[in-house]
């Protein structure tokens, strides 16, 4: 270092210097030639690195860090298919709101259009799925280029960026101004747009609240809970927002969803889209109040009664301010209960079921047993991750890991590598279908590796269960959604440095499961599953 306001060094000792001045405190990489610069940064100040055996799961392992800790996550991913392999990953971060920072190789621009190895110009392909994107034309501009990339990564409503950094310029040594200290904007909303927000809430005689993952995300976990117990109103939740009250608060519902989307006359949605889970925002002759961090997020397809737009800590404060009149919600509170009871009840008996084959419900009545308060479970499928969502209620805030609404597979092992590092005592639990297990099964063996212990449990019903039904249905027949049948996940976990069983009886799950948490390295329980057991509310045509 040349001064207090100057660095010197190669173009990956500029670019790690920025990026622990933003909060990265980790890399996710495979490996390639046109990023050793980084490694070798990383490398001599003992900056954590992590590989795996292909570049989405660097994305997605990137994705859970910043998803869990509210901070940027880094993948590094060498030029050309190191980059596209790394698009889905890029795209469900950007889908997500994840303030993931994917930094590229690039061939070298003094020689550029001459058919360097995997030259190929990445912007355009990555332009559309993120915040910011762009190449550095020098060394000196890398803290700088990294600043940036990471305020708007970080900006609400978050998303990835992306930087490429051509040969000649991550391997020239060069001096640069350091990075500032972050300056992330804050979203002011409208207080005009909150008022009328919270008159309706008030005023509503049967409101709801659904919130989602940016009420996570935005750290605004209390501020929610202090609005609702202020305004006196029921809680559901769907991705990270989950968890958010604990099961046993009184202003928690999950099960009785229906019932209340079909009574309500105020819907208030914070913190995630108006999308195909959430019927595109149409609930009849609800009214709707849409609650997003940032003006990008309102919904175009529909006009809710109120739409604040700001950080949520603030919004949801101003809420729990309001002093005008309010309606007692105590009838509508304890006629949701009433269903809310009698779903549970339900649903214990089938999470109870003595079937051969197994039911999915049996499996997650399992794992309620065994699975920790603070566990962290990892939704990576269609139809046998549905019924996660269904029966497995997180009983802490940023515990729940899924693909979100772009339902990309193979999120599984780079969600479970992130979550992993992020959490070396707790339980990680990747729940996963025997169809998604052939996107990213292959990283258990970075897992090994690494010494990153999770649990693996595999619904093995030997078919595309979201597409074999609903096919059948329609046509009478199906194609392209068979599997091999009992097919031995476990074999290939333990060919891969892990350990794992298969499970045919339900009554084997528990012992099953106990092992598979005390085992110390990646473990995989295969349950063989009943294919005929398809979750009823779930298609991937919605």
Known sequence: MTSPERIEGHGGELALAALRAYGVKEMFTLSGGHVFPLYDAAHKTGFPLYDVRHEQSAVFAAEAVAKLQRRPGLAVLTAGPGVTNGVSGLTSAYFNGSPVLVIGGRAPAFRWGAGSLQEIDHLPLVAPVTKYAATVGAGEEIPGAVAAALTAALTAHRGPAFLDLPLEVIFSATDADAPAAPDVPLVEPDPDEVARAAQLIAS??????????????????????????????????????????????????????????????????????????????????????????????????????????????????????????????????????????????????????????????RVYGELRKVLARDAVTIGDGGDFVSYAGKYLEPAEPGTWLDPGPYGCLGTGMGYAMGARV?????????????????????????????????????????????????????????????????????????????????????????????????????????????????????????
Not at 297 to 310: K, L
Not at 330 to 359: N, Q, V
Not at 444 to 455: F, G, I, K, N, T
Request: hydrophobic share 45%; glycine share 10%.
């Open 422 to 542: 992020t959490y070396p005592d707790r339980q990680v639990c990747v729940l996963m279908g025997d169809g998604a297990a052939g996107f990213s099964l292959m990283d258990v063996e970075s897992l090994a590796r690494q010494r990153l212990p999770v649990v693996i449990v595999v619904g093995n019903n030997g078919i595309w269960g979201l597409e074999k039904h609903p096919m059948r249905a329609m046509y009478g027949y199906d194609v392209a959604a068979d599997l091999q049948p009992e097919l031995r996940y476990d074999d290939v976990v333990k060919a891969l440095g892990g350990a794992g069983e298969t499970v045919a009886k339900a009554s084997e799950l528990g012992g099953a499961l106990t092992r598979a948490f005390d085992a110390g390295v990646p473990y995989l329980v295969n349950v063989l599953t009943d294919p005929a057991d398809a979750y009823p509310r779930s298609s991937n045509l919605a």
């Open 204 to 361: 509503a005689e049967r409101p709801l609240i659904i919130a989602g993952s940016d009420v996570y995300a935005g750290d605004a976990v209390a501020a929610l809970r202090e609005a609702a117990e202020t305004l006196h109103v029921p809680v559901f939740t769907n991705g990270m927002g989950r968890g958010a009250l604990p099961p046993e608060h009184d202003l928690a519902f999950a099960k009785s969803r229906r019932t209340a989307l079909k009574g309500a006359d105020v819907i208030v949605v914070i913190g995630t889209p108006l999308d195909f889970r959430l019927s595109f925002g149409d609930f009849g002759g609800a009214q709707v109040v849409h609650i997003v961090d940032a003006p990008t997020q309102r919904a175009t397809h529909v006009t809710p009664a109120a739409s604040p737009a700001g950080d949520l800590r603030l919004i949801l404060s101003a809420l729990a301010d309001y002093e005008g009149v309010r309606e007692d919600h105590a009838g509508w509170i304890a006629t949701l209960r009433t269903a809310e009871d009698a779903a549970k009840a339900r649903d214990a008996e089938e999470m109870a079921a003595e079937t051969d084959p197994i039911r999915p419900a």
